[in-house]
Nanobody, 124 residues
Framework: VQLQASGGGLVQAGGSLRLSCTAS????????IGWFRQAPGGEREGVAC????????WYAGTVKDRFTISRDNAKNTAYLQMTNLKPDDTAVYYC??????????????????WGQGTQVTVSS
């Protein structure tokens, strides 16, 4: 059972990246999905969340209208489309899944599974 995150890289400010998070050993469609990030010296913070029950989305204020969370249950994969990237978006990004399926005011409330991080670096 694992989550595999991928898609990070180096991009110039204003550019775009799409992160992927593929589940193995369980059906991601039954789980809420969360994306988190941790910048150097900072705490891990939630950036986006999607409930499994109704697909309702939540975004942190710093990424709202720039990032989009989505899922493809047939591929057992979730995505985070990031546009208009800024240097402040530089961080290690993590995906997470939770069967309880609750997205709170800071993102996914509980986590059953974490993916490994993928580095996103935005140059100015």
């Amino acid at each position: 059972v694992q989550l595999q995150a991928s898609g990070g890289g180096l991009v110039q400010a204003g550019g775009s990246l799409r992160l992927s998070c593929t589940a193995s050993g369980f059906s991601l469609g039954y789980y809420a999905i969360g994306w988190f990030r941790q910048a150097p010296g900072g705490e891990r913070e939630g950036v986006a969340c999607m409930r499994s029950s109704d697909g309702k989305e939540w975004y942190a204020g710093t990424v709202k209208d720039r990032f989009t969370i989505s899922r493809d249950n047939a591929k057992n994969t979730a995505y985070l489309q990031m546009t208009n990237l800024k240097p402040d978006d530089t961080a290690v990004y993590y995906c997470a899944a939770d069967l309880a399926g609750i997205c709170g005011w800071r993102g996914l409330v509980e986590v059953d599974y974490w993916g490994q991080g993928t580095q996103v670096t935005v140059s100015s």
